[in-house]
């Protein structure tokens, strides 16, 4: 979470809110004020309190109409009945919950079909907060199982500069060297032959994307396991590959079941994915799952006994709340494979279709056409100079809209670009809404002098 620093520099509120919320008794509505550095006093009416923390929520966004973010915004209300039914359960508590238990174990076992794990009887596999979480374990099991190899060196992970930051943070924390390759021309993400440039002897895996937070595009998994098994041969080096699957996860079984990407490549160790993304859940959840046992060395797995049960775990935290499990559960029954496939094809369509709207518009080209993830990334034609990016995001949230802008890592730090993620819920309704807002400010934009932002500041969030 955001690292905040002591006090806040704004001044303490003086005090006194709505006379509305003391009820008959306006000596009350005069002491309630949002605490902001210290707890107050005394107690105030449940629902004084809700509405003042719901006056301060409302200075939030519109998460409909933010297409910055990967994370599902919507659910439908049943969901969020069962979810609150949910949230006193701990997670962890899995002999007080059995049944939640169950059901993580059950999702877990969908998913490791989805992903075509050969035996399923050997998978491992859990739920985690979300891929972060999930890419943590993933990274401590590839580190732990290079460090049995008895070999001297540093560890490191090879990876396109593209990364989601969850892996640098993995690198950082668990002093692996990040070895990041970086975009050159329009290679935007990962390449075979970069991948195994990369590696050495202490290299403990390499990761794949499915796909790039950047622009959507898949990276080319089974290219890169192809050259790994190559690279074998060569040096007898045999390096394991995790797939990033955070979005496309959940995507590709649907949408692209030909591709072949998951455990049907045996180098594939593990793969994770955010439930809370394309898994069509309320944040916080995600999965990782394991090929077989070798894959998750035992060390790794604590044994939870003094809740009741005897529970082998995999986490970082210990407790967690069942109702993202549940959720996630929820959705399975809910769609199906089929359900899920309308989803998201639902999604990539809308992607591609505005991507083609963007496109013609004139003066932007695109990077990505929504086809892989439903997720395209575009940018300013070089002859357009008048403005950039980051004037056309800044627009664009005078209506609400909520697209980022952002430059590229190296190599390309000279490329700034607009990305829009289209998620269930954004219709093509919207979708054309967005686009005629974006043709609406073209004149006002093009008769500027040049870019009226410092591409030095990117707009918004964009992992
Ligand atoms: C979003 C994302 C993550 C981090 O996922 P959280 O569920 O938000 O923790 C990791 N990798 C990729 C590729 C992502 O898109």
């Known amino acids: 979470m955001v690292?905040?620093?002591?006090?806040?520099?704004?001044?303490?509120?003086?005090?006194?809110?709505?006379?509305?919320?003391?009820?008959?008794?306006?000596?009350?509505?005069?002491?309630?004020?949002?605490?902001?550095?210290?707890?107050?006093?005394?107690?105030?009416?449940?629902?004084?309190?809700?509405?003042?923390?719901?006056?301060?929520?409302?200075?939030?966004?519109?998460?409909?109409?933010?297409?910055?973010?990967?994370?599902?915004?919507w659910m439908e209300p049943q969901a969020g009945q069962l979810m609150a039914e949910c949230v006193d359960k701990n997670m962890i508590d899995k002999d007080e919950y059995p049944q939640t238990a169950e059901l993580e174990r059950r999702c877990v076992n969908i998913l490791a079909d989805l992903w075509h794990a050969p035996d399923p009887s050997?998978?491992?596999?859990?739920?985690?907060?979300?891929s972060s979480e999930a890419c943590m374990l993933a990274g401590m099991a590839l580190k732990r199982r290079w460090a049995k190899l008895g070999r001297t060196g540093k560890p490191n992970l090879v990876m396109g500069v593209n990364v989601q930051v969850c892996w640098e943070k993995f690198c950082e924390y668990w002093?692996?060297?990040?070895?990041?390759?970086?975009?050159?021309?329009?290679?935007?993400?990962?390449?075979?032959?970069?991948?195994?440039e990369h590696c050495d002897e202490n290299t403990i895996g390499v990761v794949a994307i499915l796909g790039s937070t950047f622009d959507g595009s898949y990276e080319p998994v089974a290219e890169i396991v192809a050259a790994l098994d190559e690279l074998q041969e060569r040096t007898g080096w045999n390096i394991p590959v995790h797939v990033d699957g955070a979005s496309g996860a959940m995507i590709a079984p649907f949408l692209d079941p030909e591709l072949v990407w998951d455990f049907r490549l045996p180098r594939v160790a593990s793969i994770n994915t955010s439930g809370h993304k394309y898994g069509l859940v309320y944040p916080g959840v995600g999965w990782v799952i394991w090929r077989d046992q070798e894959a998750l060395p035992s060390e790794l797995v604590f044994n939870v006994n003094y809740l009741g049960g005897e529970m082998p775990t995999f986490a970082l935290n210990f407790s967690r709340p069942g109702a993202e499990v549940a959720a996630q559960y929820y959705t399975f029954v809910r769609l199906g494979r089929e359900g899920f496939r309308v989803v998201q094809q639902a999604s990539r369509d809308v992607a591609m279709d505005l991507a083609q709207r963007i496109a013609q518009l004139g003066p932007f080209e695109l990077l990505t056409k929504g086809d892989q993830l439903p997720v395209f990334a575009f940018t300013t034609k070089p002859d357009v100079q008048a403005?950039?990016?980051?004037?056309?995001?800044?627009?664009?949230?005078?209506?609400?809209?909520l697209v980022p802008a952002y430059t590229f890592p190296a190599n390309r730090t000279d490329l700034a670009v607009l990305?829009?993620?289209?998620?269930?819920?954004?219709?093509?309704d919207l979708a054309a809404l967005l686009c005629e807002h974006i043709e609406h400010y073209l004149p006002e934009l093009a008769a500027q002098s040049g870019p009226r932002h410092s591409p030095a500041t990117s707009t918004s969030f964009h992992h």
Not at 186 to 195: G, I, V, Y
Not at 387 to 401: N, P, Y
């Open 3 to 73: 690292l905040h620093s002591g006090q806040s520099r704004r001044p303490e509120s003086r005090g006194g809110s709505n006379p509305f919320f003391g009820g008959t008794d306006p000596a009350l509505a005069a002491s309630v004020s949002p605490p902001h550095k210290r707890l107050a006093d005394q107690p105030v009416p449940p629902d004084t309190a809700l509405q003042v923390v719901r006056d301060e929520l409302m200075l939030d966004g519109n998460a409909r109409l933010n297409l910055a973010t990967f994370v599902t915004t």
């Open 122 to 130: 050997a998978i491992m596999g859990c739920s985690t907060t979300g």
């Open 175 to 196: 002093e692996v060297e990040p070895r990041l390759v970086p975009m050159e021309g329009d290679r935007f993400h990962l390449t075979p032959e970069q991948a195994v």
């Open 387 to 401: 403005f950039d990016v980051f004037d056309v995001s800044r627009r664009l949230r005078e209506r609400g809209w």
């Open 419 to 428: 990305r829009v993620v289209c998620r269930n819920g954004f219709t093509h």
